[in-house]
């Protein structure tokens, strides 16, 4: 399994999820909830509880990494979440075509070969800000520098057009739709737009996201 670890930079920290962080993030999704349509975001006490306890487990499925994220530009409080999701280790075979079905479970001395970021929610006041931009910075930096990942992909609910505004805007490429992929947040059975950013590409991509996160407000 992977150390645990935080990610700090522009403002925001990211730290390893923890039951405590439960309260904060109820808090924090106590407010406007009108853009939660197509994310399921716990609501109360008790399914923010819940909410980390299953998350919790996840992470220790050996595939996931979740963090709780704070905004030191609103006192450090806790604005949200966000995670690697659906990480997972190449192994090179002598021969070709490689062996199917998941690699090793990805640990320090294994890193992932490819990542996923998402299951990302962040309280009403916290969306449009930097809060967003410089997470994903922290991440994708992480990923293809630390880990020296190949790949880094993002997927979101088809129907939701302001999400999927925002994974463009960091620089990454729309690979297609993926139909009747999951059940979605509101009941039905939803298409995912999937995206991604390789390794060749993150240059540039830093670029443009450095760019943003140190213009002038």
Not at 86 to 108: I, N, T
Not at 179 to 195: C, E, N
Request: aromatic fraction near 10%; glycine fraction near 10%; hydrophobic fraction near 40%.
């Amino acid at each position: 399994m992977l150390s645990r670890f935080a990610l700090e930079g522009f403002g925001v920290l990211l730290e390893p999820l923890a039951p405590e962080h439960a309260p904060a993030l109820a808090e924090a999704a106590a407010g406007d909830r009108s853009t939660y349509g197509y994310t399921w975001v716990p609501d109360g006490l008790r399914e923010a509880r819940a909410w980390v306890e299953g998350t919790l487990a996840a992470r220790d499925s050996g595939r996931q990494v979740p963090f709780a994220v704070r905004d030191a530009r609103a006192g450090g409080r806790v604005v949200g979440s966000t995670r690697f999701l659906d990480l997972d280790v190449f192994s090179w075979p002598s021969g070709w075509p490689p062996g199917f079905g998941p690699g090793p479970e990805p640990c320090d001395e294994q890193p992932p070969t490819v990542a996923e970021i998402g299951s990302t929610w962040y309280a009403a006041g916290s969306q449009r800000t930097h809060v967003n931009t410089a997470c994903k910075f922290l991440l994708l930096r992480h990923a293809f520098e630390e880990w020296k990942s190949l790949r880094v992909s993002l997927k979101t609910d088809a129907r939701n057009m302001r999400s999927r505004a925002a994974i463009e805007r960091i620089g990454t490429r729309f690979e297609g739709i993926r139909r009747a992929h999951v059940l979605a947040a509101d009941g039905t059975v939803r298409d995912s737009a999937y995206f991604s950013i390789m390794a060749g590409e993150w240059p540039a991509a830093r670029q443009t996201l450095e760019r943003r996160l140190t213009q002038p407000a």
